[in-house]
């Protein structure tokens, strides 16, 4: 469904990504590991259209998408719930899903909010509650509702699990695994190896702007050099 080959990207003077490839197959999860500043979030904001490459393509659904606005990329599928959530705090819960879906037709939104609170019930019972007063962990919830409520194909969390408890995040990494059941293929982003590899298709190793290595999620769960260096073992 989505594959980056060889893309360069650079952050002023910096060099973010450097001929980073890679493929995310439809209806599977991805999973991409790596240490902090290592590009992750780059890669993300590429393919969304954020950033802009100096140097490969990016491919989606069979078409190339590099040099797209982000609103052309969001209409064809693609949908992102970045870092730290990034909720509109002094809206409702039912205003911060109803922006997610600014691209969908009124007479289908009523059908994606209900799928969302079937999902998040917590969000049902809240709607009407300024979302900045929700605990972490239900906005991390509300974050990935409302990316959901674009109905997306290409489903990219950014580090979903940051800042929460670990009773928390159990919770969001089994709703995430629920989501790629329902056939939303997704691409994560996350500092937890562990916990992101344990639900992964597939994983990929990024460092220094580069896929290093990659494989079945559960496969590098039990590499020697992934265990050592990213799971403490």
């Known amino acids: 469904m989505l594959r980056l080959d060889e ?7 910096a060099l973010a990504l450097e001929n980073a490839s890679l493929t995310a197959e439809e209806n ?5 590991i790596g240490p902090n500043g290592a590009g992750k979030t780059t890669l993300l904001r590429s393919i ?6 100096q140097k490969g393509s990016i491919w989606f659904a069979g078409k190339r998408i ?3 606005s982000p609103c052309e990329i969001v209409k064809m599928g693609i949908s992102m719930c970045p870092e730290r959530r990034r909720i509109l705090p002094e809206m409702t819960v039912l205003e911060n899903l109803e922006v997610g879906a600014y691209l969908r037709k009124k007479e289908e939104i009523r059908e994606d909010l ?3 609170f079937d999902l998040f019930p917590v969000l049902e019972e809240r709607k009407g509650q300024l979302a900045g007063t929700l605990s972490g962990g239900e906005q991390q919830m509300l974050a990935i509702g409302r990316a959901l409520m674009s109905r997306p194909r290409l489903l990219m969390l950014d580090e979903p699990s940051l800042g929460l408890s670990p009773l928390m995040k159990n919770n969001v990494f089994k709703k995430i695994d629920e989501i790629r059941k329902e056939g939303v293929t997704i691409l994560l982003v996350e500092q937890d190896a562990y916990s992101a590899l344990k639900i992964a298709d597939k994983g990929l190793v990024l460092e220094n702007g ?3 290595l990659e494989g079945e999620g ?3 769960l039990q590499n020697e050099n992934v265990r050592r260096a990213y799971l403490g073992i």
Request: no cysteine; glycine share 14%; net charge positive.
């Open 218 to 220: 559960k496969s590098l």
């Open 7 to 13: 893309i360069t990207v650079y952050y002023g003077g």
């Open 114 to 116: 209900k799928r969302v």
């Open 28 to 32: 599977m999860l991805t999973a991409i």
């Open 48 to 53: 969304i259209g954020l950033k802009k490459i």
């Open 210 to 212: 580069r896929v290093v």
């Open 66 to 68: 590099d040099g797209l």
